[in-house]
């Protein structure tokens, strides 16, 4: 009876070693929620980190891309803080998270998700219809001084993102009033804006680069400057950079995933492994490339520390242009 008992309690305390060393994996689909329409920035995200982990076989789970638009991201993201404790669930992030609640348009912070990574970022780009008569960014601030009412800006997904605040920037620095110029905020982000430019109903818009690229080199729409430090000349050759244009304006954006409230620390775990690997890959290197993105990693730890840090800096800008009392 003695030895039997003994055999058991050595099953049990194998079977617990077992399942406390057991790791996290996707139990179901993974979703990685879009807050805005298809062809935005945050959509080009998902579907790049899709493709990368499905062609580099990083994940055993099938990968979607769901679109949640509306909010200025609030949509998506409150879909994403409905999924507590489920490490299947992922959104794309940007500094408009921080934004919206400093500007108390949202309650939503970054403590409310779980942080897990930056992964690119990109230029912000000032681009006008393929006809327009303004060749440079002075050119068009010009326009803007003498009728603002004549030259409506596109932005999206809301006001007081990455890409307004570039704007306002430019505008103080070519001495133009940012409370008179005429936005038109597109909550769908570039696949809204792109086709308001084409048609006609904004005459410039300031974007990410990726999202008016192609459109830009197929000579459907002209960029006339970039965020960037200098001339981007492999991939927008011929264009300055707005501090090439005699404007100190750099600024990068960049884009991340967030997770589900609650993630355990296994989970967190499993998404940097997996990450990590993915920003070494061959597919995520090209596609990046392709778009005129940079790689920017964090891991978790690195991005949570990122975002307190960002949150602080963002306080300060949006209160020096007046947008934060």
Not at 45 to 53: E, F, G, S
Not at 55 to 69: A, G, H, Q, Y
């Amino acid at each position: 009876m003695k030895k039997l008992f003994a055999v058991l309690m050595l099953i049990a305390v194998f079977a617990t070693a077992g399942a406390a060393s057991a790791e996290w994996k996707p139990s179901r689909t993974i979703e990685l929620i879009a807050p805005a329409n298809p062809g935005g920035g945050w959509d080009m995200l998902c579907r790049t980190v899709q493709k990368a982990l499905v062609d580099e076989k990083l994940v055993e789970k099938n990968v979607i891309v769901v679109n949640k638009p509306g909010g200025g991201g609030a949509t998506g993201w409150n879909y994403l803080k409905g999924k507590k404790g489920q490490g299947e669930y992922l959104a794309a992030t940007s500094t408009l998270l921080m934004l919206n609640n400093l500007l108390g348009k949202s309650e939503l912070t970054h403590h409310d998700f779980t942080p897990l990574a930056a992964l690119q970022t990109e230029w912000i780009s000032v681009a006008v219809e393929q006809d327009s008569p303004w060749k440079t960014v002075k050119d068009l601030f010009e326009a803007i001084k003498t009728n603002p009412s004549a030259v409506p800006v596109g932005v999206g997904p809301t006001l007081g993102n990455n890409d307004h605040l570039v704007f306002l920037e430019l505008a103080q620095a070519n001495g133009v009033d940012p409370a008179s110029i005429k936005f038109i905020v597109y909550p769908g982000a570039g696949g809204e804006i792109v086709p308001a430019l084409l048609g006609g109903h904004v005459k410039a818009t300031v974007i990410g680069l990726a999202e008016v690229l192609e459109q830009h080199k197929a000579g459907k729409m002209r960029v006339i400057g970039v965020s960037s430090e200098k001339t981007l000349a492999e991939i927008l050759p011929g264009v300055p950079s707005f501090k090439e244009q005699g404007v100190d304006v750099v600024f990068p954006h960049w884009r991340g995933i967030i997770g589900a409230p609650d993630l355990t620390e296994d989970q967190v775990k499993y998404w940097d492994g997996v990450f990590s690997k993915m920003m070494e890959t061959e597919t995520w290197k090209t596609l990046v490339k392709n778009l005129g993105w940079d790689s920017f990693y964090q891991n978790s730890a690195e991005h949570k520390a990122f975002l307190e840090g960002s949150t602080k800096d963002f306080d300060e800008l949006l209160t020096q242009v007046g947008l934060k009392k």
